[in-house]
């Protein structure tokens, strides 16, 4: 049992680690939801290399809910309900122009489409669009989302770059988190669903996570831009994000040839070009707009009308 002087020391303790945690929380968010995630996907991937034995992989599933768990721990912390409060209300803010939803849900997989096609010997392994890959596609869009969009996005743009972009600036803050969003996958890549596992050679490791960070790059220049011109809504987020991870999934049997670096080399090749006209048209400002009486983590998210 704690004597009173224990129990006030271990207050005492946890009010100063909360104190440290508000002063530095994008230093807490991003070390929680590494730890969160990586500690959640460490057995499975250790059970591939043959370290560890049991079957990990239900736990692995789970690994995209480290963003999630980071951010409402530091929302908590540092704007109690409120904050969650707004939160929820980006969730659900799909007040948004028809012409943001063609974009997206359309013209996000047509690009993708366009990348794989383009390279060599992809035409000769295609497959017939069939019934079941529009079923296919349709079911995988709603797990992605939910499954992968939803938790990574609440932590990526729900909680780190609307503080992120007043202090770095837009594009600061997008190549900021662009980078740390493609560590944070590193473990990921020692299996196969990100190209890797045994047997993998270092070459081929190097190749995909190459042709993965410059996609990345561009993929956070282009959601930065969305963001800033929807006000901040996660809901859009996270169709952005499942638009263009869902296409992955489903163009693997629709071209037998693809593997995963040529996906990664696709989504480059797909959102290059419009990540560098977006930077060009808009000098670097990507859309942002700041409004230091109202910074994004403490307004009323109001509906964007136009495209």
């Known amino acids: ?26 230093i807490s968010f991003f070390i929680m939801a590494y730890a969160f995630s990586w500690i959640i996907a460490i057995p499975y991937v250790l059970s591939l290399w043959g ?25 908590g912390i540092s704007e109690g309900k409120t904050g969650l409060r707004l939160l929820r209300q980006r969730l659900q803010d799909r007040r948004h122009s028809w012409q943001w939803y063609l974009a997206i849900l359309m013209g996000i997989p047509a690009l993708m489409l366009v990348g794989i096609i383009v390279q060599r010997g992809t035409l000769t392994s295609v497959q017939g669009v069939t019934a079941r890959i529009l079923v296919s596609y349709a079911v995988n869009f709603v797990l992605v989302f939910f499954g992968v969009a939803l938790p990574e996005e609440i932590g990526w743009r729900g909680f780190a770059f609307p503080r992120m972009q007043p202090r770095y600036g837009p594009l ?86 693809v593997n995963e670096a040529q996906l990664n080399l696709a989504g480059l090749i797909a959102f290059g070009a419009p990540a560098l006209l977006i930077l060009i048209l808009t000098h670097g400002r990507l859309g942002y707009q700041p409004d230091p009486a109202q910074p994004m983590t403490a307004r009323e998210i109001k509906p964007e009308h136009t495209f």
């Open 51 to 75: 370290i560890l034995k049991g079957n990990y992989l239900p736990l692995y599933i789970f690994r995209t809910a480290g963003p999630t768990m980071a951010a409402i721990i530091m929302i």
């Open 172 to 257: 600061g803050s997008t190549l900021l988190l662009g980078v740390l969003w493609v560590f944070w996958h590193l473990l990921y890549f020692l299996t196969p669903s990100h190209g890797g596992g045994p047997g993998t050679s270092f070459t081929s490791y190097l190749t995909n996570l190459g042709y993965f960070f410059l996609m990345v790059m561009a993929i956070a220049i282009i959601m930065t831009w969305i963001f800033n011109h929807t006000r901040g809504s996660i809901f859009i987020a996270n169709l952005v994000h499942a638009s263009i991870d869902t296409p992955q999934l489903v163009w693997i049997p629709l071209f037998f040839s």
């Open 1 to 26: 049992m704690n004597t009173p002087m224990e129990s006030g020391q271990s207050t005492t303790a946890t009010r100063n680690l909360q104190q440290w945690m508000r002063e530095h929380s994008l």
